[in-house]
């Protein structure tokens, strides 16, 4: 399977990234709070693996590595995290609120389940307009307890929408275990309150996710409805680059980063004869050149004028703007 290498090159790019992307928060480069992918990209890059480019995507706060997998110009994704204005947002979506409509990426979001109604709406487009699209619909299991979780699922199953509900969980919910949360061992039981098909995985595989999102992609488009994917995986970092992970224990962490997607990956193609030793470390400095370089154009690329502020504003007609 010469497409693992592929794989591994795309999440090499998203561990590499966001690693990068830690050390800068804390130099004071990138402002605000920002919420690392790392851990979780097997998750990203098997599931973009089986979606054309114009099949669309919602993200979470923890949107980086989807943006990254679903074809995401790294050096724009790192401008928009600076400010600035030649990010995906000029400067002012920052981490949480990117998108790139041109990929089918319909945009990350700050709150909790907030993708999950934009998404389903997306789908019923699809199906209006007969395009034969699907939508993946990526959150974590903080948002399966609310409402429009629920809701959304609901109408998703009553009207049949090519849609798959991808829930990545990383066991919390900020610092909330999902077993505090949750009186299920798998969340993907909660499909089955809608009649949904729904399967549990093993996040940390990429080509385990890569087959199961693959037959869910495939039963959407092809006219039978949603599907309920659960991921289990989990994030290395903390929640935000503040948290101090106090509720996890170091042993739990020890644990899982054994589990680690990207060695897993690396181990099998090595052990297969894939990829040589050599070709491992061309594809790591590969990555650092793009992450690099992607810093380099942020360094490099103007902050907005103030009078940016006032564009791409909707004033309703006769409502004016204040001065």
Known sequence: MPELVDYLRTMLLIRRFEERVDKLVAQGFIKGTSHLYAGQEAVATGTCSVLSREDYITSTHRGHGHFIAKGGDVKRIMAELFGKIDGYCQGKGGTQHMADFSIGHLGSNGITGGGIPLATGAAL??????????????????????????????????????????????????????????????????????????ATVDGN????????????????????GPFFVEAKTYRFFGHSRSDQRLYRSREEEAQWQAKDPILRLQGTLLETGLLSPEGLSALEDEAMREVEGAVEFAHSSPLPSPEAGMEGLYVPEGRGVLA
């Open 205 to 224: 595989d990429v080509v385990a996710v890569r087959e199961v999102v693959g037959e869910a992609v495939d039963r959407a488009r092809a006219g039978h």
């Open 125 to 198: 487009s699809i199906k209006m307009r007969h395009t034969h699209q699907v939508v993946v619909c990526f959150f974590g299991d903080g948002a399966v307890n609310q409402g429009v979780f629920h809701e959304s699922l609901n109408m998703a199953a009553l009207w049949q929408l090519p849609i798959v509900y991808l829930c990545e969980n990383n066991l919390y919910a900020m610092s909330t275990p999902v077993w505090e949360a949750v009186p299920l061992r798998d969340l993907a039981l909660r499909a089955a309150a809608y009649n949904m098909p729904h």
